[in-house]
């Protein structure tokens, strides 16, 4: 590739099947520039994006972006606050994110995520077992999605039977992460089918918890919003919404990303056999090496200077995260896979008041399911035959990853 002309375009899917080497190019030839034709800025570099995330006038709410403003007054762009039952308090900035974040976290907290171990082991023991019965094993099918699926609906107060509905509409919702102008029709309408299926699943769900509440997460938000006018409806929806996805996607692409990773590098499964405690770093090595979250965004409210460039108000930064991860200057050797890395440093799960609120229960189900897997199946292979990845750019993870033991 070209020197001069390298730049990192989010609408290219030349380099999605595998980004690190291009993302390698940009840390070394051009860490900040925008992306071409549009007013939008990208980080490839660690430094540069841990510093946007600590910028206290970093805004998640699209609509402070003048360009994507202007494109959603022009129709040409959906923004998540166009669709207010789907928003959740992911895209939203204080106070709003903090008061709707404040009334999930007790159910997060790594105390009570700890007292869910004995549940998470029985769980991931469970369908390994029905695995072994079978004599056959597909890890996402039977092991990376039902895992975080069955917790998350558990915490929420969600019919385990109707995971697959969850499954399919979560897909589709991830999908309108990915930075997009002017989307194909079908797959517009694919989203938009299942945001508005997955609220009225939810409001006739909820209109029963509110009758008959129960002792689970929903029931708690319910009755908050019932107290009063500090959760609407539309806000209920959105931070249901997102806690089922959020709990699917990105646990079951962390432990499918997990597993390749480590069957690729067959010297590293066998570390983790000889030591099962090796399950958290090789969950962290994952997290760093092959993120489930390959990019975020933020949008300064005031002009900013990053690595000696300034960055005008009100302009998009996408902060490419993946590449961030391997960066040489934080982690040395970082193109490496290597779950006994001295430190593990990465920026997956964000930082500062974004910093994700289900990390405890990810590196938990993520630690529970390798370490499992090593222990009962020490002759696990891939089928390589059989892999298939998500197209999807902002969420990185596969469809299938059959393995023979």
Same mark, same amino acid.
């Given at each position: 590739?070209?020197?001069?002309?390298?730049?990192?375009?989010?609408?290219?899917? =030349?380099?999605?099947?595998?980004?690190?080497?291009?993302?390698?190019?940009?840390?070394?030839?051009?860490?900040?520039?925008?992306?071409?034709?549009?007013?939008?800025?990208?980080?490839?570099?660690?430094?540069?994006?841990?510093?946007?995330?600590?910028?206290?006038?970093?805004?998640?709410?699209?609509?402070?972006?003048?360009?994507?403003?202007?494109?959603?007054?022009?129709?040409?762009?959906?923004?998540?606050?166009?669709?207010?039952?789907?928003?959740?308090?992911?895209?939203?900035? /204080?106070?709003?994110?903090?008061?709707?974040?404040?009334?999930?976290?007790?159910?997060?907290?790594?105390?009570?995520?700890?007292?869910?171990?004995?549940?998470?082991?029985?769980?991931?023991?469970?369908?390994? !077992?029905?695995?072994?019965?079978?004599?056959?094993?597909?890890?996402?099918?039977?092991?990376?999605?039902?895992?975080?699926?069955?917790?998350?609906?558990?915490?929420?107060?969600?019919? =385990?039977?109707?995971?697959?509905?969850?499954?399919?509409?979560?897909?589709?919702?991830?999908?309108?992460?990915?930075?997009?102008?002017?989307?194909?029709?079908?797959?517009?309408?694919?989203?938009?089918?299942?945001?508005?299926?997955?609220?009225?699943?939810?409001?006739?769900?909820?209109?029963?918890?509110?009758?008959?509440?129960?002792?689970?997460?929903?029931?708690?938000?319910?009755?908050?919003?019932?107290?009063?006018?500090?959760?609407?409806?539309?806000?209920?929806?959105?931070?249901?919404?997102?806690?089922?996805?959020?709990?699917?996607?990105?646990?079951?692409?962390?432990?499918?990303?997990?597993?390749?990773?480590?069957?690729?590098?067959?010297?590293?499964?066998?570390?983790?056999?000889?030591?099962?405690?090796?399950?958290?770093?090789?969950?962290?090595?994952?997290?760093?090496? !092959?993120?489930?979250?390959?990019?975020?965004?933020?949008? /300064?409210?005031?002009?900013?200077?990053?690595?000696?460039?300034?960055?005008?108000?009100?302009?998009?930064?996408?902060?490419?995260?993946?590449?961030?991860?391997?960066?040489?200057?934080?982690?040395?050797?970082?193109?490496?896979?290597?779950?006994?890395?001295?430190?593990?440093?990465?920026?997956?799960?964000?930082?500062?008041?974004?910093?994700?609120?289900?990390?405890?229960?990810?590196?938990?189900?993520?630690?529970?399911?390798?370490?499992?897997?090593?222990?009962?199946?020490?002759?696990?292979?891939?089928?390589?035959?059989?892999?298939?990845?998500?197209?999807?750019?902002?969420?990185?993870?596969?469809?299938?990853? /059959?393995?023979?033991?």
């Amino acid at each position: 590739m070209d020197v001069e002309t390298i730049v990192f375009n989010p609408f290219d899917a =030349v380099w999605r099947e595998d980004p690190y080497p291009f993302f390698k190019q940009l840390r070394e030839r051009a860490p900040i520039g925008q992306v071409p034709g549009l007013p939008i800025w990208y980080l490839a570099r660690y430094a540069d994006c841990e510093d946007v995330l600590r910028h206290p006038m970093s805004s998640m709410e699209s609509r402070n972006a003048d360009v994507y403003r202007q494109m959603s007054e022009a129709g040409i762009m959906r923004l998540p606050e166009d669709v207010p039952a789907a928003q959740g308090f992911l895209f939203m900035d /204080p106070p709003d994110h903090t008061r709707l974040r404040r009334l999930v976290s007790q159910a997060f907290t790594l105390k009570f995520v700890n007292g869910l171990r004995p549940r998470i082991q029985k769980l991931v023991d469970d369908l390994l !077992d029905a695995a072994a019965e079978r004599g056959q094993l597909e890890i996402i099918e039977d092991l990376a999605y039902p895992l975080p699926f069955t917790i998350i609906s558990e915490l929420v107060g969600i019919p =385990v039977e109707d995971l697959p509905r969850w499954r399919g509409w979560s897909k589709a919702m991830g999908g309108s992460l990915d930075p997009t102008m002017t989307p194909p029709p079908e797959v517009l309408e694919r989203q938009t089918k299942a945001q508005e299926e997955a609220a009225e699943y939810l409001r006739a769900f909820i209109s029963g918890r509110r009758r008959q509440p129960a002792n689970d997460l929903l029931s708690m938000l319910t009755a908050v919003e019932e107290a009063g006018d500090r959760l609407s409806e539309d806000e209920l929806l959105g931070t249901v919404i997102l806690l089922m996805a959020a709990g699917q996607e990105t646990s079951a692409n962390l432990i499918g990303n997990a597993v390749l990773s480590l069957l690729r590098h067959p010297d590293q499964y066998r570390l983790l056999q000889s030591d099962p405690e090796l399950a958290r770093s090789a969950v962290e090595e994952t997290l760093r090496w !092959d993120p489930p979250i390959q990019m975020t965004q933020r949008i /300064p409210l005031d002009d900013v200077d990053i690595g000696g460039v300034t960055i005008p108000a009100r302009s998009p930064v996408i902060l490419l995260i993946a590449s961030a991860n391997r960066d040489e200057t934080v982690s040395p050797d970082g193109e490496r896979f290597d779950i006994r890395r001295s430190e593990i440093i990465h920026l997956t799960f964000g930082m500062g008041i974004h910093f994700c609120l289900g990390a405890p229960l990810g590196r938990i189900e993520g630690a529970t399911a390798l370490a499992t897997l090593a222990r009962r199946f020490p002759n696990l292979r891939l089928v390589e035959d059989g892999l298939r990845r998500r197209s999807d750019l902002v969420l990185r993870g596969l469809e299938s990853i /059959p393995v023979e033991f």
